[in-house]
């Protein structure tokens, strides 16, 4: 089982960043992949980027791609995103999620642990 917790999420003004990070913790788990959710009022979530772990490989969401970027800390078990240029529609819940086996990294549905979420608001 692996439990993620996220933090780093907060108020910030149009045009700012905001770095979320991802504590992954528990036992018996391996990761394929680790992914950035997010999820607006009245609307479904959606990818944000990815990132598998064996090879590093990247993957955003056109909307992000250019200005967030997904890292990740071997030695803390730890996955990042940092968020620059932040704009008014990036305001949402932000989830972390864990993937165990190959699975297609921009669907929520494929994942098998998440975080709690964290709020990011952008105000214009």
């Known amino acids: 089982q692996a439990q993620l917790v996220e933090s780093g999420g907060g108020l910030v003004q149009s045009g700012g960043s905001l770095r979320l990070s991802c504590a992954a913790s528990g036992r018996a788990f391996t990761t394929y992949a680790m992914g950035w959710f997010r999820q607006a009022p009245g609307k479904e979530r959606e990818h944000v980027a990815a990132?598998?772990?064996?090879?590093?490989?990247?993957y955003y969401a056109d909307s992000v791609r250019g200005r967030f970027t997904i890292s990740r800390d071997d030695a803390k078990n730890t996955l990042y995103l940092q968020m620059n240029n932040l704009k008014a529609e990036g305001t949402a819940v932000y989830y972390c999620?864990?993937?165990?086996?190959?699975?297609?990294?921009?669907?929520?549905?494929?994942?098998?642990?998440w975080g709690q979420g964290t709020q990011v608001t952008v105000s214009s």
């Open positions: 990132l598998i772990w064996s090879d590093g490989l990247t």
């Open positions: 999620a864990l993937g165990s086996v190959k699975i297609p990294v921009t669907y929520a549905e494929e994942y098998d642990y």
